[in-house]
């Protein structure tokens, strides 16, 4: 469903109540434009909006209410239903898209997808039982990676099983679900691309990202990421080759790993974020335009901005009782604190991050 670009004035709404939420709902207030979330849960971004709903997903005496409401429908997580996305997408532009969300949803066909389009992702086989695991595990060796095919995120519905490990207890520790196993890749770094893709096609790449993790959470990303000028430049074309192929509108986020072979690098990817993404967060102080701003201007139809770099950017997450620290952050000079209003500091949870931007140099 097509429409004129919204005006300032008009109300975006977003499915989901976190942090990401949150952070577009402010970087369109500062554009002149209001935010409706809808969430069957309260979380942070209930309070920057302008108005919320807080419903079920499958409630569509609501969802048509919100549809009613809104001039287009974004959301800051990819598990959003089908029929939730489908019964607002007939009554109001969902950005982005229906096929964007569901091939996202799914790793089998997020790497079946790639793979079509002759990108590279880490060898793979599908599981759906212990049978096919042990075929699978044959074929692509140990050690290996068994990933649920659908909800997962920083380390969930995820098993390593190595030399000598009970493929049978694995499979079973992610409730025996429909599963997908991927060879292991030995990689020298893990980087990320955060694009955009606007309404008429035209595409936008932040400097490409690298990424630490601790516990399968993003711990730090610095900016530009250590790689060469020619990977940098494949990492943002394949990024812009999978959001024309998706026919995609908003912020989109490829997750990568930079392999070393025989003194080159090329690039494999592992995974598609259909969102804006925790290792953008940076650009909020570290670019022209921040990753909020920029999936705001592309889903309302407006021109996208400069994703411009300030400088060399640091970039931390401040996870669980890390939040703490406060204090001593912001007494740090040149550090941009941004917590995130949640109430409850469990371990493992994304509290808020802090971001340093650095003279080049």
């Not at 979330?37 to 419903?55: E, K």
């Amino acid at each position: 469903m097509s429409q004129p670009a919204l005006q300032p004035g008009d109300t975006i709404g977003i499915l989901g109540s976190g942090q990401l939420g949150r952070m577009i709902a402010m970087a369109a207030a500062r554009l002149g434009l209001k935010t409706h979330i809808y969430c069957p849960d309260p979380g942070p971004a209930f309070d920057v909006c302008a108005t919320f709903t807080l419903a079920a997903y499958e409630d569509e005496k609501a969802l048509a209410a919100f549809a009613d409401s809104v001039g287009v429908v974004s959301y800051e997580f990819e598990n959003v239903p089908a029929p939730t996305a489908a019964f607002l997408a007939a009554r109001r532009p969902v950005r982005p898209g229906a096929r964007a969300l569901a091939i996202t949803q799914d790793r089998w066909d997020e790497k079946t997808f790639l793979n079509g389009l002759g990108i590279p992702t880490a060898p793979f086989a599908r599981v759906d039982n212990v049978a096919s695991l042990e075929a699978a595990l044959e074929t692509l060796g140990r050690p290996a990676v068994l990933k649920t095919r659908r909800f997962g995120y920083d380390g969930k519905g995820q098993a390593i099983i190595r030399a000598g490990d009970d493929a049978g207890a694995a499979f079973r520790s992610l409730g025996e679900q429909p599963c997908v196993l991927e060879g292991f890749v030995s990689f020298a770094r893990e980087i990320s691309v955060v694009g955009a893709r606007g309404v008429d096609g035209s595409f936008a790449a932040f400097d490409v990202c690298e990424n630490e993790h601790e516990h399968h959470i993003l711990s730090r990303t610095i900016v530009p990421a250590q790689v060469s000028e020619t990977t940098a430049a494949a990492a943002i074309e394949t990024t812009g080759k999978i959001a024309a192929a998706l026919d995609y509108v908003g912020v989109i986020t490829v997750e990568m790993f930079l392999v070393e072979e025989n003194g080159s690098d090329r690039i494999v990817i592992n995974e598609i974020a259909p969102r804006v993404h925790n290792s953008g967060h940076w650009t909020i102080d570290g670019a022209a335009t921040s990753q909020f701003e920029q999936h705001v201007r592309a889903i309302c139809g407006w021109p996208l901005g400069s994703p411009r770099r300030h400088g060399r950017i640091e970039m931390g997450n401040l996870i669980g009782a890390q939040a703490d620290a406060w204090p001593e952050l912001l007494r740090e000079p040149g550090v941009a604190l941004h917590l995130y209003g949640k109430h409850e500091a469990r371990a493992g949870r994304k509290m808020g991050h802090w971001t340093r931007v650095l003279p080049e140099g």
